[in-house]
């Protein structure tokens, strides 16, 4: 989506409506485990500010998939991100820069994307997660391996247990 400078311009201040939808490629977020269910849409407005730069407030939002960290289940979030972003026209480390008529607005949609994702995502805050020994989802199973694993120990410091062996 291109953001129309000229007319920011011309309406010296006044906000300009920015309303549309926009697919996103999965590779995006896949390092996340996890993909997009619908497109982005976007909601919001630019104008131009007292300093002459292109100011881009918005509601971005998004269903996206996630994998529970614990236990591999899906997880569906709605996905909800606040854009306040600024475009001069001299470079500066927080700002985007713009030189022509026209601002693509893709950067800044795929940043803001990447910088809200969630690093731990959970199906709830109780989950149990994966068995470690026989990966088995404990929230819907149960396995007898921590108890036979943590009996196992219990032989091998037990100064008894070399007996047992010398007796065989
Ligand atoms: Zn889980
Ligand atoms: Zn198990």
Redesign the pocket.
């Known amino acids: 989506m291109l953001i129309d400078v000229v007319k920011a311009r011309i309406n010296q201040g006044k906000p300009i409506k920015l309303q549309f939808t926009q697919k996103i490629d999965d590779s995006l977020i896949c390092d996340y485990n996890a993909r997009f269910l619908s497109e982005i849409e976007f909601c919001g407005e630019y104008y131009l500010d007292q300093f002459q730069d292109i100011k881009v407030q918005a509601k971005m939002f998004a269903k996206i998939e996630f994998l529970?960290a614990?236990?591999g289940?899906p997880v569906i979030k709605d996905f909800i991100i606040d854009v306040d972003e600024t475009f001069t026209q001299i470079a500066n480390k927080e700002n985007y820069t713009f030189s022509k008529n026209n601002i693509e607005l893709n950067q800044l949609i795929t940043d803001n994307i990447v910088l809200n994702m969630p690093t731990v995502v959970?199906?709830?805050e109780n989950?149990l997660?994966r068995c470690p020994i026989c990966g088995i989802d404990k929230?819907t199973t149960k396995c007898n391996c921590e108890l036979l694993n943590s009996q196992n120990k219990e032989e091998d410091i037990n100064p008894f247990s070399i007996l047992k062996t010398l007796n065989k």
Do not use: M, Q, Y
């Open positions: 529970c614990l236990c289940k959970k199906c709830s989950c997660g929230n």
